[in-house]
């Protein structure tokens, strides 16, 4: 086999491996993330499944984003983005931190829905009603919260 045939079989043995040690592996991902969701099964249906410290001040865009987050998602997300044992994840934790879920995550989720890839609680339709305008106001009023409570 010449050369370049060795090269690329190399690559794929190192690709094969790597993909096998991802899919194996348990516990903390990446940034100390798990794949595996917390267990809540000792939180009643509907209440606050996180503790939320909300700032003493927000900003004007946050202000409007606390606005539009209570009209269009603390139903499944919770008071505060605390989330809702049964209906949604809180949107203060780590998961959601600005490392691992960008802004314009909150815009494709809104928009889009998501498919439930770190809790349980079923996919996410897609928010009737939301601009980019309201879901900017209510990523920077969930970036408040998560800042005020460690996440950042």
């Known amino acids: ?3 370049l045939g060795w090269m690329i079989a ?15 592996r348990t516990g903390p991902g990446p940034n100390g993330h798990s794949m595996t969701p ?5 939180i009643a249906d509907g209440a606050a499944i996180v503790a939320v410290s909300v700032p003493d001040d927000l900003s004007s865009l946050a202000q409007m984003g606390e ?19 049964g209906k949604g994840p809180p949107l203060v934790h780590k998961i959601y ?9 909150f815009v494709m989720a809104a928009k889009n829905g998501v498919r439930a890839h770190h809790w349980r609680y079923g996919n996410m339709p ?4 939301v601009t980019d305008a309201d ?14 409570n460690g996440i950042f």
Request: hydrophobic content about 40%.
């Open 1 to 3: 086999m010449s050369k």
């Open 10 to 24: 190399a690559v794929l043995v190192a690709g094969a491996g790597a993909f096998v040690w991802q899919s194996t």
């Open 38 to 42: 917390p267990d809540t099964s000792d």
């Open 67 to 85: 606005r539009a987050f209570n009209a269009k998602c603390a139903a499944c997300h919770g008071d505060d983005a605390a989330g809702r044992e």
């Open 97 to 105: 931190e600005p490392s691992h879920h960008s802004d314009m995550a």
């Open 126 to 129: 897609p928010v009737d009603g």
């Open 135 to 148: 879901v900017k106001a209510i990523t920077a009023y969930v970036r408040a919260l998560q800042k005020e």
